[in-house]
C-alpha cells in the first residue's frame, strides 16, 4: 500500500503513472514479465521509460557493484565457510542458494541484466556499455559472481519461445534485439512512439466507455463510430439473428465457402448507395485501397498515380506496392495537379488517388474540379469516402453525392446512375463500413469489369478468409438504415457547429475547415499528449493526441469527433475541460497563433470556412435537436422496417401477430428484438416526430429506444 500511495504523488508529472488506475498499477507490480523473470511487469515498463529506465538500470549496477565489493571480504567468507560454502574457481547451485548474500547477489545481477535489456530505449548504448553487470562483478573477485556471470553466458533453455528464438547463440548470428530495440528508440527519440488507451466503449451507454478498470468510466470525443451506429438496434438485432443463424465465421476465402448470400448482399447494397455497377467487399477499406491500387497500377501499361500529398497511408501503400510511376501533387492543389498531368500524353494511362474528406485536417477534396481535369488529361478518378460515406449527401453516399444533393434526393433510392452527376463521373470509389456504419470491412465500387477485374487478380481480396456473415449483415443494415434516415447524420452537422463555435468563442484554435472534424491545433508533440492526459485523468475526457508522423511536426493536435449522440450537457464538459487544460498547461489560442503568423491555416484569417451542410439541407431531417442527459435515443421506424425487409429473404419475417398496423408492427419488433439485446429499458412511448426522410415519407414516425 504503502509504495503505491507514494507513486500517487508522482501522478501529476508522470503521464504513464498519471493515465494508469492504481489497481492496474498494483496488478502490474505483482505480476512477473513474461520475457524477464527477475523484475515485475511495471518494472519492465519503467525500464522502456526515458527518465526512469536509465535511473533503474544504474541503481542495480551500484547494487551489483556492493555485493561484488564485500564478497571478497573476510567477514563475508566467514559467513560463508559458516554455512559450509567453499567457494573456489567453480561455485555449485546448491553453494549459491545455500547462501543469503550469494543468492541475494545473483538476483541483483539477473535483475540488472534483466533492467539494461528492459530498457529498450537505451537497449543498444547499455548493452555497450554494460556488456554484463554479473560479468563485471566476476572480474572484482566474488566467487558467487563469477558463478552468475557463467550462468548468464550459457543460459538455461526457457520456455518462452520468443525470447529463446530471438537471443543469438553464436557471435556471428545477426543481432535481432538490438535492431528491435533501435527501430524502437527511433521512436522515442522522434516522439512518435504510440501509447494505446485502454477504452471499451459501452454499446449501452454511447458515447462512455470504460478503462481499464470495468468501474472508471469515461465520455468518448475521438471515436469514429461517428454515428453511433456500432450500436443501433436494428444493426444488432440483425446481427443477432445472422450469428444465430449463420455461426461465427465465413469458414473461408471468398473463393472456398466463403461467398455467402449475405455478402452478395451487401456488395448489390453499396453498388446501390454509390450508382455503380458493382461492388466488391474487403477485410478493411486499408486492404481495399492498398489491393485495388496495387492490382490496378501493377496491371494497367505504363500507368502514372497522381496521388494527393495528404492521401491515406492506405493508398500510398497501394501505389507504392503497384511499383508503378507516382506523381505527389500538393494537397488539393489543381494548379499542382493539372501541371503533373501535363507532363503526359494523353493515351498514358492515369490515375488520380484522392479523398473527399481528409480526417486530420478536415479539408474537403475539389472532387468535381478533379473530375474535370481528369475528363481534360484521360485520366481515371480514385475517390477514397471514408470518412464521409454515411455523413454526406441524402442518401449517406458521401460527398460526392453531397455536391448533387438535390439530383439524387429526387433519384431516391433507384441504383441508375445520375447522369453528368459528380458521383457518376468518379470512376472508383472506395468506402469504410468501419466508421460512421459502425462495423467494419472496407469496399470499392465502381464499373462491372473494373469490380471483376480487381475480384480476379488482386491478392488482398482472393487470398484471405471473408468477413462473417453476422458482421457483413451488420454493416449492410447500417448503409439500408442511414439510405433511408437523414435525421443522424443532421443532427452530427448541428452538434459539430455548436463545439466549434464555442471553441472559437473562447479562442481555441480549430484548424478551419468544411466538414465534421474538429482538430484542436496544440503545435507540440509533448503538450498535445500532455493534454491528452489531463483531459483523461482530471476530466474523463478521452481525446486521443495525434502527433507526426500521422500530422506534420508542429501541427500536432486534438482531434474531436462530435456526434449525435453527445447531449449538450456533455458539450459543455468537453468545452470547459479544453478551456482549462489550455489554460492550465498554458498552449497557444488562436490570438497567440496569428502573433506568431499562423499555423495550419489558424491565426491567417481563414478562419471562416463555409461549412458543406447548408441549414437547407440540415432542415430536411426536421428539426434537429441535441440531446440532453437522460433523453431517449430515437430510431427511425420507417429506417428500422426497410432494414427488416430487406433480410426477410435470409432470416424470415419477424414473428408479429396479422392484426396489428404496420406501425405498431415496428414498434413491436424493435422492443422485442433490438432493444431486448442491447439491454436498454424498453420504451414507454412512440414518439411522433415531423417527416424524417426526405426520400421516403411514407412512414414518418421516430421510436424511443434507449436512455
Ligand atoms: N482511408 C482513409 C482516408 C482512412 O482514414 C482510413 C482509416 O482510418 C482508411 C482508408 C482505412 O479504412 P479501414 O479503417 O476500413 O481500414
Redesign the pocket.
Known sequence: MEKFSSLARFKSSCPFLGGTKTSTLRALSSTISPRFSSISQLTERAASCPIMGPALVMRSTQMVAGYASVAGQADVQKIHHSKGIFPGTSVSEADISKCPHASAARAAARMADDLAAASTAKASEVKKEIPSTAREAAAAGCPFHRAAAAAKEQPVKLPDMTETQATPTTSDAYNYDKFYAAELEKKHKDQSYRYFNNINRLATKFPIAHTASVKEEVQVWCA?DYLGMGNNPVVLETMHRALDKYGAGAGGTRNIAGNSAMHLGLERELATLHRKEAALVFS????A?DATLSTLGSKLPGCVYFSDASN?A??IQGIRHSGAKKEIFKHNDLDDLEAKLKKYPKETPKIIAF?SVY?MCGSIGPIKEICDLAEKYGAQTFL?E??AVGLYGPRGAGVAEHLDWESHQLAGQSSEPIKDSVMDRIDMI?G????AYGA???YVAGSRDFIDMIRSYAPGFIFTTSLPPATVAGARASVIYQKHHVGDRALKQVNVRTVKERFAALDIPVVPGPSHIVPVLVGDAGLTKAASDKLLREHGIYVQAINFPTVAVGEERLRVTVTPRHTAEQIDGLITAMDTVFTELNINRISDWTKLGGRANVGTGKENVEPIWSNAQINTAGQSQTLHDGDMVLVDANAAQVVRKSFEDLLGPMELSETESIQKKVEAVVMTGAVEHIAGPLPKKVKARAPVNPIDMSVATTIAVSA
Not at 284 to 287: E, M, N, P, Q, W
Not at 432 to 435: A, I, R, Y
Open positions: 469514429n478493411s477499406c486499408y486492404v485501397n491515406h492506405s493508398m479523398e480526417s477514397d471514408v470518412h472506395t469504410t463500413l468501419g466508421k467494419v470491412g472496407g
